[in-house]
């Protein structure tokens, strides 16, 4: 009887074929792996607690050749319980590892993974540890605007999306690479298309913070500074400006996204859609804080706006131009 967690526990790994057809590029299924393996599962090594996949028949090359799988990997899980011919206990899972080719040249990129994972073992003790180990290394999150006593394991996502943005493209992305991941994660998730310019601010004035655990936004950095400008102008901004938020690349100029994917070393492409790769961040995250200024604005105007001679506080988050790109922007045409 296994007596504490620094105890080891035997645990088969079997790779399940993929779900969604859709995604069969990104699938393991490509892979030359081993599909069963047994491994030793070490809860005092929770930490830096990964799942071994041999990639290698070669047992010389096998500690070379492995896919590791994190807890911030695992997209979701689910128990099967003990059978009646009182078989081992099982866990299946989906995660979405990131493989690296043998070609080193090649990209690092996400695969999605199905798994069953099961306990060696038909001791009941052992499964109750085994069960809360495994439930503690993939544990949900709680928002850091929501209190500590939220006991809620729903969670919920607000998405805000601008389908004019980039290649107006933004729609086609989130059905593909983002709306499936959330849903089969369990997520709760509640869109709103974005209909004319600083829609989102005022969407972001409005939300029910106590009803929100992640503000998702679909578009590029032009959505990111409306919905900002909507947080701060909140009579709650302190909690408002904690509520975390998601940037969804899918407009021209991604910058605060491509710089959180580099910062958390997540593979992405200079050019090409990494929305999967932002998506995935939502499932276990980690909180980051984003360095905000103010900026006064002596006269002018928006469209829209009444007093030309009012003074404007502009939120800035990237950078801060003073008419010289809209001039360059124009001036072009005239070389070309």
């Not at 990104?26 to 491994?39: A, D, M, P, S």
Request: hydrophobic residues 40%; aromatic residues 8%.
């Amino acid at each position: 009887m296994i007596q504490n967690s620094s105890s080891k526990f035997q645990c088969e790994l079997f790779i399940l074929p993929p779900i969604f057809n859709s995604s069969t590029k990104n699938n393991l299924n490509e892979l030359n792996i081993k599909i069963k393996q047994t491994f030793l599962f070490s809860p005092n090594l929770l930490e830096n607690l990964f799942i071994p996949i041999s990639l290698s028949e070669d047992n010389e090359k096998l500690n070379k050749n492995i896919l590791k799988i994190f807890p911030e990997d695992i997209l979701c899980s689910n128990r099967s319980c003990l059978g009646k011919d009182n078989s081992p206990p099982q866990f299946l899972f989906v995660a979405y590892p990131l493989y690296q080719e043998n070609n080193k040249n090649q990209q690092r990129r996400r695969i999605r993974l199905q798994a069953k994972l099961t306990l060696l073992s038909n001791n009941r003790d052992d499964f109750i540890i085994f069960e809360n180990v495994f439930n503690k290394w993939i544990g949900t999150f709680i928002a850091p605007h929501q209190p500590l006593t939220n006991s809620s394991t729903r969670r919920r996502i607000l998405v805000l999306l601008n389908p004019f943005s980039g290649q107006q493209q933004a729609l086609n992305l989130w059905a593909n690479e983002v709306e499936m991941i959330w849903r089969e994660a369990g997520y709760q998730i509640e869109i709103i298309v974005t209909e004319r310019a600083f829609h989102a601010t005022e969407l972001a004035e409005q939300i029910c913070l106590d009803r929100v655990d992640i503000l998702a936004l679909g578009g590029g950095d032009g959505i990111v500074s409306e919905a900002l400008h909507g947080l701060c102008s909140r009579a709650d901004h302190e909690r408002a400006l904690r509520l975390p938020i998601l940037h969804l690349p899918m407009g021209t100029g991604n910058a605060l996204a491509s710089s959180i994917a580099y910062q958390a070393n997540e593979p992405f492409p200079p050019r090409g859609s990494f929305c999967q790769q932002m998506a995935l961040m939502a499932i276990r995250p980690n909180f980051n804080r984003l360095c905000l200024y103010q900026v006064e604005i002596e006269g002018g105007r928006r469209k829209g706006q009444n007093n030309k001679n009012s003074n404007q506080c502009k939120i800035m988050f990237l950078s801060l131009s003073w008419g010289l790109m809209a001039d360059i922007g124009k001036r072009r045409y005239f070389i070309n």
